[in-house]
């Protein structure tokens, strides 16, 4: 629970503070008397008398009422301070800077625990401990450097790691990128990333709330509190950038499906962001790259016009943007050739506009009004402009700054020049403006924001889906694989279409079905679990003295307790799966069948419960996504019937929540149907 004492106090105390600045609790009090803390401010240390010229107590007890403690003492001594604090002086705000709890051993860890039960008694809110603190216009509750010029129309920034944070912070600054409030929540005892970001979420002002969220996060404990927080967020017009930390598994884990084998925690990280409409960064530049175009101008297509006076960057930035799917259209009606006479000869207006190295601010102007006014095609302009040093370029960054004024189209300023353009930087920053200093960084990052889609709210509802059965099958499941039969009933309770089959385990019944099914039939054995790897599948069995003859041979491998048979079927393979990965749910996954999953990983993955809307829209993001198409005259697959076949498997987890993993593969796909021909189930409660 956040409450206002830990937000906005009226009254802040400093256990441990100190006049040594090196010291966390020195530099936490010179942060906030350098901050201009509007409350109350005490001290307390048993050592002094007066600490930077504040009074200091003797002891907690010897303080008035006071709502904030930011706490800067020996873990050892920390509780019983805790209890005279919520006991006696009605705080109910606490950031503990100290470390020597969960982070280092199981006594650290009790005492952490005893730390929280404290501060719950009495309804208060903990940030740390652990951490540097807190950072927001009210109060500069951190003991390290950087400060930001604090904007409430910046970034609220929001960190599992003290360091990164300041690091983060140390990334943007210089391009001009405003924080408006940084929390770091070290070791989350009581108040992790999750719980702040649901507090921003339950308390946001569209009219005052900053509406760019960063995050840093080490581990995801809540996922579920995330994506609910975050799509709540961005369905009222928030934008939010994360770096997850941990994106490699140290080891593999042991998984007896093509779906287990593709999940890990890192994959339902992604099917987390992408669900919730969060972009995902892997470094600091790249967040920090993500959140400067948070700030410009919304970009509301595709097209981008690139605007230089140096062809290499130029080239660079084409490639990078082209690469992940946005335009540079090329520009060549008779407009241009209008433009092309303001400029210098053997200038271009092609696109990239090249208006070379002798260019003008004048002209730029022109060409932006150009690109603004006359182009309907173009969504957004990139302005590479930088300087070998033989004259100021004061008036070029001007032009950009008053242009990003007026201009409907999103403007993004890539000045390279960092060094011998130092002071004209600085005096475009003053403006209150934010650059770009690496082109293809910047390039990289649109791609990501672009092609990272807004969270959609269609819940999956099939009326023909039967939840009791589904149920019962379940419930009456051992743990392990379900037999053929089952997976079966299973299906056929979610409406999802199969072929038809037959399970044997005498040569005569063998021989009768498939003659019911129609030849050719494919025969698989039941038992083993990797078929095709003890040869216990064989296609297109075209007469009944060959089914009998297989059925000999196949009853004989090790494991195998029958024969399954099916009519053999044609069409795409394709392959759809789930695998329940701890806290986060279900994960559902889908793709091209064949070498598509076997050698190319080609898949896409979403967290369960999905829409058929989502499903499509991921469909359509496959690699191979042509084959499902249809290419060279070849019969295409039926995308919708393909999606809801995924919305039904994430329907039948929802409610089946003891599915571990499950495959459909393959799933053979036409223009008039889909279906799946084979299927395993793993139940694990």
């Given at each position: 629970m956040i409450n206002n004492k830990l937000l906005f106090p009226d009254s802040i105390v400093v256990v441990g503070g100190s006049n040594d600045l090196r010291k966390p609790g020195g530099k936490v009090l010179k942060n906030l008397i350098?901050?201009?803390?509007?409350?109350?401010?005490?001290v307390t240390n048993p050592k002094e008398t007066e600490v930077q010229g504040i009074k200091s107590y003797k002891s907690p007890l010897d303080l008035p009422y006071v709502d904030l403690a930011i706490i800067a003492i020996a873990a050892k001594y920390i509780i019983e301070t805790v209890e005279l604090l919520t006991k006696h002086k009605n705080t109910k705000g606490f950031i503990v800077l100290s470390a020597g709890f969960s982070e280092e051993n199981e006594e650290g860890r009790k005492l952490e625990e005893k730390l929280v039960e404290i501060i719950d008694s009495v309804g208060g809110s903990l940030i740390g401990p652990n951490c540097i603190g807190a950072l927001s216009p009210?109060?500069?509750?951190?003991?390290?450097?950087?400060?930001?010029?604090?904007?409430?129309?910046?970034?609220?920034?929001?960190?599992?790691?003290g360091a990164t944070a300041c690091f983060i912070m140390e990334s943007g600054i210089p391009q001009g990128l405003p924080f408006a409030r940084v929390f770091s929540v070290g070791n989350s005892a009581q108040l992790g990333v999750e719980e702040i970001l649901e507090y921003m979420d339950d308390t946001f002002d569209i009219n005052k709330s900053p509406k760019i969220k960063l995050l840093y996060i080490e581990n995801i404990d809540?996922?579920?509190?995330?994506?609910?927080?975050?799509?709540?967020?961005i369905s009222k017009g928030c934008k939010i950038a994360a770096i997850k930390a941990g994106s490699s598994e140290a080891g593999s884990r042991a998984a007896s499906s093509h779906t287990g084998a593709l999940a890990s925690s890192d994959v339902a990280v992604n099917a987390l962001f992408?669900?919730?409409?969060?972009?995902?960064?892997?470094?600091?530049?790249e967040l920090i790259n993500v959140a400067s175009i948070f700030m410009h101008k919304e970009l509301k297509g595709k097209n981008i016009a690139i605007i230089t006076h140096a062809g290499g960057p130029a080239v660079m930035l084409t490639d990078a943007l082209s690469n992940g799917g946005l335009s540079i259209p090329h520009i060549d009606d008779d407009k241009a050739g209008e433009l092309l006479n303001e400029l210098f000869p053997g200038s271009s207006v092609?696109?990239?506009?090249?208006?070379?190295?002798?260019?003008?601010?004048?002209?730029?102007?022109k060409i932006i009004d150009f690109v603004d006014n006359e182009l309907e095609d173009i969504d957004g302009m990139a302005i590479i402009f930088g300087t070998a040093g033989l004259s100021k370029v004061f008036d070029a960054y001007d032009m950009i700054h008053e242009k990003m004024k007026t201009c409907e189209k999103p403007i993004y300023p890539i000045l390279p020049s960092i060094e011998t353009a130092a002071e004209e930087i600085k005096d475009f920053l003053s403006k209150g403006r934010i650059f770009?200093?690496?082109e293809v960084l910047f390039g990289k990052s649109l791609v990501k924001i672009v092609n990272t889609k807004a969270p959609l709210d269609e819940k999956p509802v099939f009326d023909d889906i039967n939840k009791d059965l589904i149920r019962q099958i379940v419930d009456d499941a051992e743990d392990g694989y379900l037999s053929p039969g089952k997976v079966q009933m299973l299906l056929d309770a979610a409406a999802i279409p199969r072929a038809g089959e037959a399970i044997v385990t005498k040569r005569e019944d063998a021989v009768e079905a498939a003659t019911k099914l129609g030849l050719p039939v494919v025969m698989k054995v039941v038992g083993p679990v990797h078929k095709s790897d003890v040869g216990g599948v064989v296609l297109n069995v075209k007469d009944l003295e060959t089914v009998a003859a297989e059925f000999d041979r196949m009853m004989k491998i090790k494991d195998t307790t029958a024969i399954l048979l099916q009519p053999m079927l044609s069409g795409t393979e394709l392959f759809t799966g789930v695998k329940r990965e701890d806290k986060f749910g279900h994960l559902v996954m889908y793709g091209l069948g064949g070498i598509f999953i076997e050698v190319l990983k080609d898949v896409q993955v979403g967290l369960s419960p999905?829409?058929?809307?989502?499903?499509l829209g991921m469909i359509k993001n496959l690699n191979g996504y042509g084959i499902i198409k249809g290419v060279r005259g070849q019969e295409g697959v039926n995308e919708k019937m393909f999606a809801e076949i995924v919305s039904r498997i994430s329907v039948l987890v929802e409610i089946a929540p003891e599915i571990f993993e499950m495959d459909l593969n393959p799933l053979l796909g036409k223009a008039d149907k889909v279906v799946a021909v084979d299927a395993r189930i793993r139940i694990e409660n």
């Amino acid at each position: 629970m956040i409450n206002n004492k830990l937000l906005f106090p009226d009254s802040i105390v400093v256990v441990g503070g100190s006049n040594d600045l090196r010291k966390p609790g020195g530099k936490v009090l010179k942060n906030l008397i350098d901050g201009k803390f509007k409350g109350d401010l005490y001290v307390t240390n048993p050592k002094e008398t007066e600490v930077q010229g504040i009074k200091s107590y003797k002891s907690p007890l010897d303080l008035p009422y006071v709502d904030l403690a930011i706490i800067a003492i020996a873990a050892k001594y920390i509780i019983e301070t805790v209890e005279l604090l919520t006991k006696h002086k009605n705080t109910k705000g606490f950031i503990v800077l100290s470390a020597g709890f969960s982070e280092e051993n199981e006594e650290g860890r009790k005492l952490e625990e005893k730390l929280v039960e404290i501060i719950d008694s009495v309804g208060g809110s903990l940030i740390g401990p652990n951490c540097i603190g807190a950072l927001s216009p009210e109060y500069h509750g951190v003991f390290t450097s950087p400060i930001p010029k604090l904007d409430l129309n910046g970034c609220d920034f929001i960190s599992g790691s003290g360091a990164t944070a300041c690091f983060i912070m140390e990334s943007g600054i210089p391009q001009g990128l405003p924080f408006a409030r940084v929390f770091s929540v070290g070791n989350s005892a009581q108040l992790g990333v999750e719980e702040i970001l649901e507090y921003m979420d339950d308390t946001f002002d569209i009219n005052k709330s900053p509406k760019i969220k960063l995050l840093y996060i080490e581990n995801i404990d809540k996922p579920d509190k995330l994506l609910k927080s975050a799509k709540s967020l961005i369905s009222k017009g928030c934008k939010i950038a994360a770096i997850k930390a941990g994106s490699s598994e140290a080891g593999s884990r042991a998984a007896s499906s093509h779906t287990g084998a593709l999940a890990s925690s890192d994959v339902a990280v992604n099917a987390l962001f992408n669900k919730a409409g969060i972009v995902r960064c892997y470094g600091r530049e790249e967040l920090i790259n993500v959140a400067s175009i948070f700030m410009h101008k919304e970009l509301k297509g595709k097209n981008i016009a690139i605007i230089t006076h140096a062809g290499g960057p130029a080239v660079m930035l084409t490639d990078a943007l082209s690469n992940g799917g946005l335009s540079i259209p090329h520009i060549d009606d008779d407009k241009a050739g209008e433009l092309l006479n303001e400029l210098f000869p053997g200038s271009s207006v092609s696109n990239p506009i090249d208006f070379l190295a002798t260019g003008t601010a004048e002209q730029l102007g022109k060409i932006i009004d150009f690109v603004d006014n006359e182009l309907e095609d173009i969504d957004g302009m990139a302005i590479i402009f930088g300087t070998a040093g033989l004259s100021k370029v004061f008036d070029a960054y001007d032009m950009i700054h008053e242009k990003m004024k007026t201009c409907e189209k999103p403007i993004y300023p890539i000045l390279p020049s960092i060094e011998t353009a130092a002071e004209e930087i600085k005096d475009f920053l003053s403006k209150g403006r934010i650059f770009f200093s690496d082109e293809v960084l910047f390039g990289k990052s649109l791609v990501k924001i672009v092609n990272t889609k807004a969270p959609l709210d269609e819940k999956p509802v099939f009326d023909d889906i039967n939840k009791d059965l589904i149920r019962q099958i379940v419930d009456d499941a051992e743990d392990g694989y379900l037999s053929p039969g089952k997976v079966q009933m299973l299906l056929d309770a979610a409406a999802i279409p199969r072929a038809g089959e037959a399970i044997v385990t005498k040569r005569e019944d063998a021989v009768e079905a498939a003659t019911k099914l129609g030849l050719p039939v494919v025969m698989k054995v039941v038992g083993p679990v990797h078929k095709s790897d003890v040869g216990g599948v064989v296609l297109n069995v075209k007469d009944l003295e060959t089914v009998a003859a297989e059925f000999d041979r196949m009853m004989k491998i090790k494991d195998t307790t029958a024969i399954l048979l099916q009519p053999m079927l044609s069409g795409t393979e394709l392959f759809t799966g789930v695998k329940r990965e701890d806290k986060f749910g279900h994960l559902v996954m889908y793709g091209l069948g064949g070498i598509f999953i076997e050698v190319l990983k080609d898949v896409q993955v979403g967290l369960s419960p999905i829409s058929k809307g989502e499903a499509l829209g991921m469909i359509k993001n496959l690699n191979g996504y042509g084959i499902i198409k249809g290419v060279r005259g070849q019969e295409g697959v039926n995308e919708k019937m393909f999606a809801e076949i995924v919305s039904r498997i994430s329907v039948l987890v929802e409610i089946a929540p003891e599915i571990f993993e499950m495959d459909l593969n393959p799933l053979l796909g036409k223009a008039d149907k889909v279906v799946a021909v084979d299927a395993r189930i793993r139940i694990e409660n």
